[in-house]
């Protein structure tokens, strides 16, 4: 099977859906104490370059019907939309845009399990939600606009941004994570659903 046209294009004559663009809703962010708090908010983030992924291990186990393997994604590519809101004692910083960013080498680990079913009279493979976890190489941020479109105020804050990015990461990666899994899910019990058990392992 072409991996790569089954998550980017899907697989219409399996009911296979494409992978991309990966929806992953809104994030929010809140740190810091009250005098010196920063919250933001991201909507309608869109991931592209999931479909690009590698295995890079693959270890399987028949008599449990578990399958652990190890995912390269080169590069995701994301963007949104911001609304932020700094204040830092008497003064307060707002701004909303654009929010634009790409990751590098996100490596992921994959776990399914599944379980047989029958129906009529054959057993097929049903997964159960899968499990996935992810860590991040490089990464950059980049948000327009920022309080304004200030000339100081905008590069210097997208600096801060980029050097503590694990900040933001860490708020993302969990939703990454989950919409990966659900896609992932949704993706194998769609073809193994089309297959009976001895089809796919004789």
Not at 10 to 37: C, N, W, Y
Not at 112 to 131: A, N, V
Request: positive net charge.
């Amino acid at each position: 099977m072409n991996w790569k046209v089954c998550h980017c294009q899907g697989i219409p004559e399996l009911d296979v859906p494409g992978i991309e663009p990966l929806s992953l809703g809104q994030i929010a962010l809140a740190r810091g104490p009250q005098g010196a708090k920063l919250t933001a908010v991201v909507n309608d983030v869109k991931v592209r370059g999931p479909s690009n992924f590698k295995i890079t291990e693959l270890k399987s186990d028949l008599n449990r019907n578990r399958f652990d393997f190890k995912l390269l994604l080169p590069k995701l590519e994301f963007a949104g939309k911001y609304k932020m809101d700094i204040q830092v004692l008497l003064l307060r910083l707002q701004g909303r845009g654009n929010i634009t960013g790409s990751f590098k080498d996100y490596a992921c680990n994959v776990t399914m399990r599944g379980h047989k079913e029958i129906r009529d009279g054959k057993e097929y493979l049903k997964f159960e939600p899968m499990k996935v976890k992810l860590r991040v190489g490089d990464s950059s941020i980049y948000l327009t606009n920022l309080f304004d479109g200030d000339p100081v105020l905008g590069p210097a804050t997208n600096r801060v941004i980029n050097e503590n990015s694990q900040v933001f990461l860490s708020e993302i990666s969990p939703v990454m994570e989950k919409s990966l899994a659900d896609i992932f899910t949704e993706i194998s019990n769609k073809i193994t659903s089309k297959f009976t058990y001895q089809e796919l392992f004789p």
